[in-house]
């Protein structure tokens, strides 16, 4: 029979105990208890410590059972069928749950951002105007992405925006007058059974999450691999490595699982991606020089 500890009170900014298994006690980091803070505004039933974790790490078991009636495809190279992240989970924790090593500058300037938008303000940005969401910010959309294999390519078909990725496995490199773009330019290998995605040339146009900005000497790394949870139900674990020295001290890693969802596949519709239309009814449009919309 599993063991469940009590959780402890909750003080903002502190660590904080969370219910674990086993006997085990699982701490929040200041800088995860400060995201679910953020996380729980507005929300009329606030998520615990548990929970947000549960979340973070691709669902609890109830809701498995439901996404995953049928399993994906037993060959671990093959990603097709479609696979969510839960909830969305637009920050920059890294895996250890220490926050990102911005430089003084990105600092300062996410913090502005952060103050603005608690007074107040609504932050636009290219997701809010419709432009390509950006990477790896389409990594923490709580929006279904399908591949589809190609030869010499795999596409990632991602429901938000209806943001197409062209990842190259003919190429180790971009070609040398490779233009900068939202998405940038992907190149894939494998090593063993993990997709190894690295993708440089972007444009400065797209926020790395709600706040954070990077330039044009970002370059991301990707590592996509399946993997079973303790359940039995398979994640797709992408690790994701941001390297941009103008706004980051060093090179970070954050992670994602993206649950698979044969529920979703097997609903009406474009084997559930659906339409997506940013431009239908978008009030979310720039109105001040700093990128602000500001609520009357």
């Known amino acids: 029979m599993r063991q469940f500890l009590v959780c402890v009170l909750v003080v903002a900014g502190m660590a904080t105990t969370v219910v674990a298994q086993e006997g085990t006690v699982r701490k929040l980091t200041p800088a995860e208890q400060a995201q679910l803070d953020t996380d729980n505004k507005g929300r009329s039933t606030p998520m615990t410590a548990e929970q947000w974790l549960a979340r ?26 479609l696979w969510q992240l839960p909830g969305g989970n637009i920050n920059l924790l890294q895996e250890n749950g220490e926050g990102a090593p911005f430089t003084p500058e990105e600092a300062k300037r996410t913090q502005h951002l952060i103050d603005a938008e608690a007074n107040g303000a609504v932050l636009t940005d290219a997701a809010s105007q419709c432009f390509p969401h950006g990477v790896p910010r389409l990594s923490f959309a709580p929006y ?18 209806h943001n197409l990725r062209i990842i190259h496995l003919d190429r180790k490199e971009a070609p040398q007058d490779t233009p900068q773009s939202f998405l940038g330019y992907s190149t894939g290998r494998w090593e063993g059974d993990t997709l190894v995605v690295e993708t440089s040339h972007f444009n400065d146009k797209t926020p790395l999450d709600f706040h954070s900005s990077h330039g044009t000497r970002l370059k991301v790394t990707e590592r996509f691999q399946k993997q079973k949870t303790s359940q039995g139900y398979t994640d797709l674990v992408v690790r994701i490595t941001i390297d941009d020295p103008e706004h980051f001290t060093k090179a970070f890693t954050v992670v994602r699982h993206w649950p698979y969802r044969s529920d979703m596949a097997a609903t009406l519709g474009a084997d559930g991606i659906t339409e997506y239309s940013c431009e239908e009814n978008n009030r979310n449009v720039e109105t001040t020089s700093d990128g602000r919309v500001i609520i009357k």
């Open 144 to 161: 279904p992405v399908r591949f589809v294999y190609l030869p010499g390519e795999i596409l990632m078909l991602h429901e938000v925006g």
């Open 56 to 81: 973070r790490s691709g669902g609890n078991q109830a809701q498995r059972k439901t996404w995953e009636p049928t399993p994906p495809p037993a060959e671990p190279r093959d990603f097709t069928g």
